[in-house]
RNA sequence: GCGCCCGUAGCUCAGCUGGAUAGAGCGUUGGCCUCCGGAGCCAAAGGUCGGUGGUUCGAAUCCACUCGGGCGCGCCA
């Protein structure tokens, strides 16, 4: 199936012999004006030299007299020329739509998803909960467009912060303290009653609380591999041969300002160890090497200053490798900005098992995976969020993902009275004119290709959410004004059935898309 | 001090990459169950889109400055 728009807007293009390169396309305000709404008038104002209304005057009368198929309407109004699809055309797209994702292209570039990552010090807190939400839904998105997606989790499991939790849980061990600057929460006690290293049970631990949430990762990348296979030594190598870096006061550094960056970066320190940058470059230097195009990786807001030295450093490794490279696409970070708990308006903050936050596992306990899912995805990644638990584990319309979920029950409801399930396939016959109702719905319905173009284009699979919701909405007023099953009118009740068929199959695409259940009875 | 992000209805947020009278839910007020699920529907009220300039035929959207909130500026990770 083919998006809505781009199809009309080339029509359009072709039966009246104008070339744009821009969208055009447009909802109305007021429903009864049309569809949709064409504005190529305005773009091609400054050269035909004319008035916009009197071009969309001309364009509709042009339209009008083409006449194809799909179009039952034309009219301009002011600049704007108004379209109304025909109700045959659209009940023949309905009928095409399986709403089945797109096969990659055999050539298509690789797209690498890094998400979480958090340090095995810890449990998942809320903000990792909504990079795991959207990193997910965003690796199901666009799969579903048809790209090749590979989801990555990067374990830092060298360093600073993996030692200072075993000296924190050895000291518990010894009967001793926690040093000053150790980890403090109540965890580290539960740690250090097991006999395993610390680290691999933290790990283990986030891995079941994301498992729980339906996120899996396709690899767990080890830092500490890393450094063992000398992959570190190696990028670091690479880089001096490509001349990207330069000594200065015993340490190693690269010269990152070449790549945009605000000042260069040190990779080797004086007295010979590494930094975190220099096994971060070896680790996108891995990423480019396995032949991934497209790296995408989540980060929370507080790391906003990594990126410049980052994307540098995957500029330089591009050119090195002889690798096409294009800033913001090549490394694409989205940043997500923290989440802010509450309990009916009181900050949330302190936790009886970690003594310092509130863990994801304990909010996916208390409010259940899919209203934690569907709230996260919701909100775009990079605005501050306040998240009220009470309210998020109301079974209310306050809460959009059971506005959503009902909307689905009630299709299924429908269905399971009707007792269709056996049947496999109902024609889409029009058997009357379509009531508006039951035409807004399958408008919205047939936008679906848009809406999945456009948040896989821009990376933003909140846009699935608010299609959903809108899409309930006109199913909500669909189901009071049509009723479905009605004995005295056996071709009408055929046609819903079979519509309401199509609309479920929607709904469990959607929700597929987001990690939410679709649940069959509320 | 420098840099990044966010300011839209009382609250939580949409706003289709610059277009028609700025939308939804909650909350408030008032209606709708002889009817496939009322966890629903309909209506009313609620806004100088933080502010000031600028670009444009046209700005919530782009630019500059400014105010408020969050965050970052190590040979830390």
Not at 339 to 359: A, H, I, Q
Not at 367 to 380: C, E, N, S, T
């Amino acid at each position: 199936m083919h998006a809505l728009k781009p199809f009309i807007e080339a029509q359009c293009q072709e039966l009246c012999g104008y070339t744009l390169t821009t969208a055009v396309l447009e909802v109305p305000p007021d429903p009864t004006l049309g569809d949709f709404a064409n504005k190529a008038a305005f773009a091609l104002a400054k050269q035909r030299r004319m008035a916009p209304p009197k071009i969309a005057a001309e364009l509709a009368e042009q339209l009008r007299a083409a006449a194809p198929e799909w179009l039952a309407d034309v009219s301009a109004t002011g600049p704007y020329i108004n379209l109304r699809l025909s109700d045959a055309w659209l009940m023949e797209q309905l009928q095409a739509e399986t709403w089945a994702g797109t096969e990659p292209a055999p050539d298509s570039v690789a797209w690498l998803l890094e998400y979480v990552s958090a340090n095995p010090t810890g449990p998942l807190h809320i903000g990792h909960a909504r990079w795991a939400a959207v990193g997910d839904s965003l690796a199901r998105l666009l799969t579903y467009a048809g790209e090749r997606v590979q989801r990555e989790f990067y374990v830092n499991d060298a360093g600073m912060q993996v030692a200072n939790l075993r000296r924190s849980v050895d000291a518990v061990r010894a009967g001793k303290p926690v040093p000053e600057d150790g980890y403090h929460g109540d965890y580290v006690k539960e740690l250090a009653q097991q006999t395993a290293d610390p680290v691999g049970l933290m790990l283990a631990e986030q891995r079941e609380t994301l498992h729980g949430a339906g996120v899996e990762f396709d690899v767990w990348f080890s830092e500490l591999d890393l450094h063992r296979s000398g992959a570190v030594e190696k990028g670091l190598e690479r880089l001096r041969q490509g001349a990207f870096t330069f000594e200065h006061e015993g340490a190693l550094w690269f010269r990152s300002t070449a790549y945009g960056d605000d000042k260069d970066r040190v990779l080797r320190k004086s007295d010979g160890s590494l930094t975190y940058f220099a096994a971060d470059i070896a680790y996108h230097l891995n990423k480019l090497e396995r032949g991934f195009g497209r790296l995408v990786n989540l980060w929370g807001a507080d790391h906003h200053g990594y990126i410049k030295r980052v994307d540098a450093a995957v500029a330089a490794l591009s050119q090195s490798l002889g690798r096409p490279y294009a800033p913001g696409e090549t490394l694409h970070v989205l940043l997500g900005q923290l989440v802010n708990l509450f309990r009916n308006g009181e900050p949330v903050r302190m936790s009886k098992r970690t003594g310092d936050m509130v863990s994801m596992q304990e909010v996916m306990d208390e409010i259940g995976v899919d209203a934690l899912r569907y709230l996260l995805i919701r909100k775009h990644p990079n605005t501050h969020m306040d998240f009220d638990l009470a309210k998020a584990v109301e079974q209310s319309p306050d809460n959009p993902v059971y506005y959503v979920q009902y909307a689905y029950a009630r299709l299924s409801s429908i269905l399971r009275k009707a007792s269709v399930g056996a049947i496999h396939e109902l024609p889409l016959q029009l058997p009357q004119p379509l009531h508006p109702s039951e035409r807004a719905v399958i408008l919205k319905a047939l936008q679906w290709r848009d809406v999945v173009a456009e948040s896989a284009a821009l990376l933003e699979p909140q846009r699935i959410c608010t299609f959903l919701e809108e899409l309930a909405v006109l199913l909500h007023v669909f189901y009071h004004d049509c009723r479905v099953i009605d004995e005295a009118d056996a071709p009408r009740t055929a046609f819903r059935l079979a519509l309401v068929q199509k609309w479920q199959g929607l709904f469990r695409t959607g929700l597929e898309l987001l990690g939410v259940s679709a649940p069959e009875q509320m």
